[in-house]
């Protein structure tokens, strides 16, 4: 997708801190961290969010999720995490490219929003 930030990231034409990849996904550290751990994990296909799921393969969204699920072993948030998809205007969703938040490291908020 031409003009997309994270797939401009994904094929290393913008420089990122990756965290882990596979076939499937990329992640990398937030660039504006909210957590001591603040990860984001996108798939490597194109589709702007939660919304157009559906375009994506069932192997690709559950890629997106183990790969949730090792990063956080990976980062060494044993006591928990919290994981995040703005989807849309109303959640504050900036970068139209589907990503997960991993945010960890310290106690979060008791309300999310
Ligand atoms: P969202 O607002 O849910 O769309 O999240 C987009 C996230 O991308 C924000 O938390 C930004 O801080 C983050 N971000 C924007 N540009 C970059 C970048 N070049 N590298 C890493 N993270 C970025
Ligand atoms: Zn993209």
Redesign the pocket.
Known sequence: MENC?FCK?IHGE?P??KVYENDQVYA?????P?APV?V?VVPKKHVSSVAEISQLADADIAACLHAVSEIAVQEGLSGGYRV???CGPD??????HL?F?ILGGRQMAEQMA
């Open positions: 930030l990231i913008i990122s801190s990398f550290r937030d660039i504006n909210q603040h984001l995040i998809s703005n959640a504050c969703q900036s970068v139209p990503h938040h």
